[in-house]
């Protein structure tokens, strides 16, 4: 499966932007996806991750109740919203998808397929 993500960009703190993963190649309803993050200099880490359904999804502490991830399968994309945001979610934003079974869906080693990455800015 390739990802493409995408919808990143600059923004005054408090304000909203939408990500968007499209997906082509293989049926994408079998994969679950994750969003990561990498400021500069940090490692990438975890931002949230939905199941092939969309039915169960887990955020990271620091973007709980500010970001929403969704799926819209007929379209092959998943989202995240990210609202409430803040200079410290400035990073470059990646999506991942996999389909083998894990609980450590947080983890970067639990997925195989990666966008490009989409960088956003937020000013204080």
């Known amino acids: 499966v390739q990802l493409q993500a995408s919808g990143g960009g600059l923004v005054q703190a408090g304000g909203s932007l939408r990500l968007s993963c499209a997906a082509s190649?293989?049926?994408?309803?079998?994969?679950?996806v994750g969003w990561f993050r990498q400021a500069p200099g940090k490692e990438r880490e975890f931002v949230s991750a939905?199941?092939?359904?969309?039915?169960?999804?887990l955020y990271a502490a620091s973007v709980k109740g500010r970001f929403t991830i969704s799926r819209d399968n007929a379209k092959n994309t998943v989202y995240l919203q990210m609202n409430s945001l803040k200079p410290e979610d400035t990073a470059v934003y990646y999506c991942?998808?996999?389909?083998?079974?894990?609980?450590?869906?947080?983890?970067?080693?639990?997925?195989?397929?990666w966008g490009q990455g989409t960088q956003v800015t937020v000013s204080s």
């Open positions: 190649g293989r049926a994408f309803t079998n994969y679950r």
């Open positions: 991942a998808a996999d389909r083998r079974p894990t609980p450590a869906v947080f983890a970067l080693g639990a997925y195989d397929y």
């Open positions: 939905v199941s092939w359904s969309g039915i169960d999804t």
